[in-house]
């Protein structure tokens, strides 16, 4: 039996070892990225093929995902948008769901008043950007002879097969706003090695955030720090290291750097400092109205961090649901001046549970049949 072909298509190299999920030997992927090469050295960093963005570069990659089985999205941008509504029917169009596609066209759902406020805040400084990245979009679609808000449109609810995304629950949060999406394809998860330990931490350590992303709605946390009369007994390290710099995320420097407790961290962070960074921390806070940063989280959970998110973020209420103890924000919020950051033992024993039976109910062999069924009822 032929394997079956599958195309992987990222412009981000941070996210390329989503593909792992993918890895069987029915399966022959091949793994392509939009942009420049540069440090990546995870599992595919002999494998991966870069291609430098333009329009002859493009229509290579366009011809080979037509002999492809299956093309997967990682991120639905404007240039795989134009990829996938030019392959034929015979192909099976994955959407990976990174966010930003949908959430972006919300703004009222996933900015909190503060943030809004700040992000209407104009400012001389970042107008050559945002000029060079107008510029940049009126002259690809002149080369490319489209419109790529019509790419999207016509990508996202007509030609995608299925919407590959994290939970159905935040699918279907979704389709309540845009009813015309694809069908749902859940991802699977890794395997997890019950830990029965409990160690207290006692670093007093909180991780804020995930980026500069102005969908973390820094400065309500911060705020809530600044108030608070135990702040001094912590150290809070605020995620900053990736991103666009832009006016909102001068306004939340310049706030955070009014607390001597919040330490801003800027340079890039390798996996393996990321992981310990987790091994080391008492609490994670996400204050963003969306899901996101579920690396952040997933490794949280796995290193007894306890996980604080926003009522609001579809995800709290998901990961409830599959029985994980997380709380709110505003649980925080108490929390901090209880002196109480940090996951109970009957919480940790409880999540540590949770993680196998939320990998055995989401495994990578039941997501590999449900790819086959796909190809084979084409």
């Not at 399966?27 to 291609?51: L, R």
């Not at 089985?69 to 639905?76: A, E, I, N, S, T």
């Not at 805040?121 to 002259?139: E, G, Q, V």
């Not at 006016?247 to 330490?263: M, S």
Request: charged share 25%; glycine share 2%; aromatic share 16%.
């Amino acid at each position: 039996m032929d394997k079956i072909k599958i195309i992987h298509i990222y412009s981000d190299t941070k996210f390329i070892d989503g593909s792992l999920r993918f890895e069987e030997e029915r399966f022959d992927n091949t793994i392509i990225v939009i942009g420049v090469k540069n440090n990546y050295q995870g599992y595919y960093k002999d494998s991966a093929e870069f291609y430098k963005f333009s329009f002859v570069n493009i229509k290579v990659i366009l011809s080979r995902c037509k002999s492809a089985d299956m093309v997967v999205l990682y991120d639905l941008n404007s240039i795989k948008a134009y990829i996938a509504n030019r392959l034929p029917s015979s192909v099976k169009v994955i959407w990976r769901f990174f966010g930003l596609e949908l959430y972006q066209r919300m703004p009222e759902y996933v900015y909190s008043e503060q943030t809004a406020k700040a992000l209407k805040i104009d400012t001389k400084k970042y107008d050559f950007l945002y000029f060079k990245n107008k510029l940049a979009l009126f002259y690809n679609s002149i080369r490319f002879k489209t419109i790529f808000k019509n790419e999207f449109e016509k990508a996202a609810f007509s030609r995608v097969n299925y919407f590959h995304g994290l939970s159905l629950a935040e699918y279907l949060f979704l389709k309540g706003y845009w009813p015309k999406l694809p069908p749902f394809l859940q991802i699977s998860y890794n395997q997890h090695s019950e830990i029965h330990n409990f160690r207290k931490k006692e670093s007093n350590l909180i991780i804020i955030g995930n980026n500069r992303s102005a969908y973390n709605n820094h400065l309500d946390i911060i705020e809530v720090i600044k108030r608070s009369k135990n702040r001094s007994n912590y150290v809070f390290l605020l995620l900053f290291n990736y991103g666009q710099k832009n006016a909102y995320t001068d306004i939340v420097k310049r706030k955070a750097g009014e607390v001597k407790e919040i330490k801003i961290i800027e340079d890039f962070m390798p996996l393996e400092q990321f992981k310990a960074l987790y091994s080391n921390a008492d609490a994670l806070v996400l204050n963003g109205h969306r899901q996101m940063a579920m690396a952040n989280v997933f490794e949280a959970l796995r290193k007894n961090t306890k996980i604080y998110l926003n009522e609001k973020n579809v995800i709290l209420k998901w990961l409830k649901e599959e029985g994980f103890k997380v709380f709110t924000t505003h649980d925080f919020y108490t929390d901090l001046d209880a002196n109480t950051l940090c996951l109970s033992e009957d919480d940790v024993l409880n999540n540590q549970a949770q993680l196998v039976k939320f990998a055995t109910k989401f495994s990578h062999q039941n997501f590999h049949s449900t790819l086959v069924e796909i190809i084979n009822n084409n």
